[in-house]
């Protein structure tokens, strides 16, 4: 894992025990409040049209970026919790895709690769 990822991780532990909140923070509770974030994240798109939410502005930008914060922060907590290297598990799973979606029967195909 990068050290950025690692000190992240460090600091959100560190936080965490200063509170006294590592007794709530259990897989199924890190895995809840992401469900959480993500949908706080996805509030800020609902009944945006397709090109506004291109185009936010600063303020709403601002917003957006807290609430990805949010679920990153979280995600690391999780994958922490659980020892996984969530930059091991993205480049697997990038690799899986890539299998399930080959780019000369996927591109510019939203289907699922069950379709293609």
Not at 24 to 33: D, E, G, S
Not at 52 to 76: C, H, I, N, W
Not at 82 to 95: F, G, S, T, V, Y
Request: aromatic content about 6%; cysteine-free.
């Amino acid at each position: 894992m990068s050290d950025a990822l690692q000190t992240l991780q460090k600091a959100l532990r560190d936080f965490a025990r200063e509170r006294d909140w590592e007794q709530f923070h259990t897989p199924k509770n890190l895995a809840t409040a992401l469900s959480v974030e993500a949908a706080e994240l996805l509030e800020h798109f609902q009944w945006l049209t397709d090109e506004q939410s291109r185009t936010l502005d600063d303020a709403k930008r601002t917003a957006v970026g807290e609430e990805l914060a949010d679920v990153l922060l979280y995600l690391l907590q999780l994958a922490d919790k659980l020892d996984i290297d969530p930059l091991q598990a993205a480049e697997r799973k990038l690799r899986l895709n890539a299998e399930k979606y080959p780019a000369d029967r996927a591109r510019g195909r939203s289907d699922k690769y069950t379709e293609l």
